[in-house]
């Protein structure tokens, strides 16, 4: 079998991860389809959400987030990346809005 090697060409860096356990909403069909999700990690490009069912997500949708210090939600433009059963992968979208 011959695999691939893979150089450092190769390899996208990530930004680092920071696990949390914050509760979020995904919002679609313009803010009229919304549903409970547990954010478990998070950097400043991407997420790692754990949903309460299991839901076929779009390609686009926001993601809502109440600061726990201001009371204020809010609300970051999502492209889903990958999804596994109840676990989502997605990727913030800055300066584009979610379909």
Same mark, same amino acid.
């Given at each position: 079998?011959?695999?691939?090697? =893979? ?29 409970? =999700? ?6 400043? *490009? ?18 809502? =987030? ?9 609300? *970051? ?10 676990? =989502? ?11």
């Amino acid at each position: 079998m011959i695999q691939k090697s =893979v150089s450092n060409d190769d390899v996208k860096p990530r930004a680092p991860r920071q696990r949390t356990l914050k509760s979020g909403r995904i919002a679609i069909n313009e803010m009229t389809s919304t549903f409970e =999700v547990l954010i478990r990690d998070m950097s400043d *490009t991407g997420a790692r959400l754990v949903m309460s069912d299991v839901y076929l997500l779009p390609k686009h949708f926001e993601l809502i =987030v109440l600061n726990p210090n201001t009371g204020r939600p809010s609300h *970051t433009p999502c492209e889903l990346v990958w999804q596994k059963a109840l676990i =989502v992968g997605v990727k913030f979208v800055r300066g584009e809005v979610a379909a």
